[in-house]
């Protein structure tokens, strides 16, 4: 049982380049979410999934894009990343049906500087 | 959501009980405490939560003033792998919602030997 998986752990970006990062769960979890966070700053959630085939803004949505076309995967793409977007970010899924919908269960983040 | 007040700093010696406050001043009736901690930039990891009971489980212990203006987080027997960035968070608890979580800057607590 992995949990939540990122990939990459780490990319740096020239200004202007694009890329996708994606999520994975394997707990059945009908939310996900994607969260970036600054140095010594908690984190801010971008955008976030209540079920496959659909995607709502958070907190900081601009400059991102995502998609859920499978229950399982989030994706988050930056389509020409700034300078703005180096951050660290973290992907989290919660609530699989017929369980409490307590908590958000974190993957280990990835790393992004745009240079 | 209410928003929530931490220290930003706290020292713990190793084998005492850790005493994490915050202030939540402004929470309505239907919002839960939620308590995070982030270990040295790795993903956040749920501690517990509660509505108005103190509440206890493997972890920690959550005790939530009458007036549930502010809680307290306890690691009643503090090791060093507790050293992280611990969040209070307050939000509604519900049961169909997405967890949208407003973290703020959380205080950090050092345990040491």
């Known amino acids: 049982n992995a949990g939540v998986t990122q990939t990459p752990k780490f990319r740096v970006l020239k200004t202007g380049q694009s890329m996708t990062l994606l999520c994975a769960q394997d707990m059945n979890h009908e939310y996900m979410y994607w969260y970036r966070q600054d140095p010594g700053m908690g984190l801010r959630l971008i955008h976030y999934?209540?079920?496959?085939?659909?995607?709502a803004k958070g907190e900081v949505p601009d400059g991102y894009n995502v998609s859920r076309l499978k229950k399982q995967n989030f994706l988050l793409g930056l389509e020409s990343a700034a300078p703005s977007q180096t951050s660290v970010y973290f992907c989290?899924?919660?609530?699989?049906?017929?369980?409490?919908?307590?908590?958000?269960?974190f993957g280990q983040g990835t790393r992004l500087t745009v240079v | 959501d209410a928003k929530t007040t931490q220290p930003p700093s706290m020292d713990c010696a190793e084998g005492r009980a850790a005493n994490l406050p915050c202030n939540h001043s402004t929470i309505s009736g239907n919002e839960y405490v939620y308590w995070y901690r982030q270990i040295h930039s790795q993903g956040p990891q749920y501690i517990i939560h509660?509505?108005?009971n103190n509440e206890t489980n493997e972890m920690a212990s959550l005790i939530i003033t009458e007036d549930r203006k502010s809680s307290t987080l306890i690691l009643p027997h503090a090791t060093l792998r507790d050293t992280a960035v611990y969040y209070c968070i307050v939000r509604v608890d519900r049961n169909q919602g997405a967890q949208k979580l407003v973290f703020g800057q959380g205080t950090r607590l050092t345990i040491n030997p």
């Open positions: 989290a899924s919660s609530y699989a049906p017929g369980r409490m919908n307590t908590e958000a269960f």
């Open positions: 999934s209540v079920g496959e085939g659909t995607t």
């Open positions: 509660g509505l108005k």
